[in-house]
């Protein structure tokens, strides 16, 4: 059964950065592409941005532009996700997931189990 | 970006009933359109996507229509473990975009 294993929770103060981490198989990480999606409290969920991880080509959403940095590490067929300069809105749930589409956006079909990151001073 | 909006926002209904989400794309996506399910807790579960296809083991009393802006999920004959909330999303531009949900509630 295809997984995705996500990082624990962070408690992080304003101003500073978080790293989320996310394992796959290394199936999932040649063939396709990972998706950063997070969900604050009362939010709809947010697409932040994605990596091809064996092409190592990464895209964010406008909003985060600047702020995020999705990178893969291919001797441990794990993605990261760097977000920087932490607001208390930046306190969700983020989610990894697998995402069909490659190049192109596509359907989310496995999910990690979701890390939940808190930004408090 | 392409906004989407789910109607209703909750939808009360019982066991054995079947029950209509909508959701609609500001701009035309095609049938770049996926549905999920999520529960309290839990990750959320792809349910369908290109409009109408089920995801894996996603059982056949989910059905899914529509294309350009217009999209329905149906769901026949609920079964308890189908109460959830209820996403749509669409994958035709970047960025992917987000329903704000429809919570399907037991009546």
């Known amino acids: 059964q295809v997984q995705l294993v996500q990082s624990g929770a962070e408690v992080k103060k304003p101003g500073s950065s978080v790293k989320v981490s996310c394992k796959t198989s290394?199936?999932?990480?040649?063939?396709?592409?990972i998706s950063w999606v997070r969900q604050a409290p009362g939010h709809r969920l947010e697409w932040m941005g994605g990596i091809i991880p064996l092409l190592g080509i990464a895209n964010s959403a406008q909003n985060f532009q600047g702020r995020v940095t999705i990178t893969a590490d291919d001797s441990t067929t794990t993605v990261h996700m760097d977000l920087s300069s932490l607001g208390s809105e930046d306190t969700a749930v983020y989610y990894c997931?697998?995402?069909?589409?490659?190049?192109?956006?596509?359907?989310?079909?496995?999910w990690g189990q979701g890390s939940q990151v808190t930004v408090s001073s | 970006e392409i906004v989407m909006t789910q109607s209703p926002a909750t939808l009360y209904v019982s066991p054995g009933e079947s029950a209509t989400l909508f959701c609609r794309a500001s701009q035309t996506i095609s049938s770049n359109l996926a549905w999920y399910q999520h529960k309290p807790g839990q990750s959320p579960r792809l349910v369908i996507y290109g409009a109408s296809t089920r995801a894996t083991d996603i059982p056949a009393r989910f059905s899914g229509s529509g294309s350009g802006t217009e999209f329905t999920l149906t769901i026949s004959s609920l079964q308890p473990e189908d109460f959830a909330l209820y996403y749509c999303q669409q994958y035709n531009n970047r960025p992917q975009t987000f329903g704000q949900g429809t919570r399907l509630d037991l009546k």
């Open positions: 997931a697998r995402d069909r589409g490659g190049s192109y956006p596509g359907p989310l079909d496995v």
């Open positions: 290394g199936d999932t990480f040649r063939k396709y592409a």
